[in-house]
């Protein structure tokens, strides 16, 4: 079974700086996704950004990247030039992929990021 | 975007009244919904897969004739909670996965409050 790992419960940042979020996940599985979602105080999940396995690139999306190390397993969330409004709960989250149908998305503990003014 | 709605957002019941909440695809066709609970301040807890026109698919531990799950159109998913007790009070959230696609778009939301 995969599980996830998220071992930061909460973090805290000043506005302007840079925060990483740590992930490590635990599968045999080869072709599978890779996801951090944000939830802000309103309770409504926003995906922030998706990483496919068989990439190697990281991906990135505005003030958001990644580092994916997949033989470690580890799959770590960077935010740049944080933002009052990026103070929310997130969730690393694993999806296992089996031919061309996807599985259930197993979701993290969570961190909780404070964005200091 | 994609959009998903959940209808109440809030809901105040008595115990033993069931209450239905509703998860609907404004703009695209979920063959598969799921449900999700959630206590304060923990992750998400999958409680069952709906996929159009079959039974769900529950996790371990959830109540299937509690927690009633029908999926009868491609944009609309219902979750009954029957004969609900205080202890079902929670946050409940949809999400639904495009047909054909992998990303799932979640729904706002709904608190449950049974008194």
């Known amino acids: 079974a995969q599980t996830v790992t998220q071992s930061q419960p909460e973090m805290s940042v000043q506005e302007a700086e840079t925060v990483t979020l740590s992930c490590t996940y635990d599968t045999s599985e080869s072709n599978y996704y890779l996801f951090w979602y944000k939830q802000p105080p309103s309770r409504q999940m926003i995906l922030v950004i998706r990483q496919e396995a068989y990439k190697q690139q990281n991906a990135t999306e505005n003030r958001f990247s990644v580092n994916f190390q997949k033989a470690a397993k580890s799959f770590s969330l960077k935010i740049s030039d944080s933002q009052l409004g990026d103070t929310a709960m997130y969730f690393c989250a694993f999806m296992k992929r089996s031919g061309t149908s996807y599985d259930k998305v197993i979701f993290g503990p969570g961190t909780s990021l404070s964005v200091i003014p | 975007g994609a959009v998903v709605s959940q209808h109440p957002s809030r809901v105040i019941c008595k115990s033993g009244t069931s209450v239905k909440i509703e998860c609907r695809s404004l703009d695209f066709q979920a063959t598969t919904m799921f449900w999700y609970r959630q206590f304060p301040k923990q992750s998400l807890m999958l409680m069952a897969t709906s996929n159009e026109g079959s039974k769900a698919t529950y996790e371990q531990g959830v109540e299937k004739d509690k927690f009633l799950i029908n999926h009868a159109s491609l944009t609309l998913s219902t979750l009954t909670v029957t004969s609900a007790h205080p202890e079902d009070s929670s946050f409940y959230i949809c999400?639904?996965?495009?047909?054909?696609?992998?990303?799932?778009?979640f729904g706002p939301g709904t608190r449950l409050t049974v008194l």
């Open positions: 999400s639904a996965r495009e047909t054909g696609r992998y990303t799932q778009y």
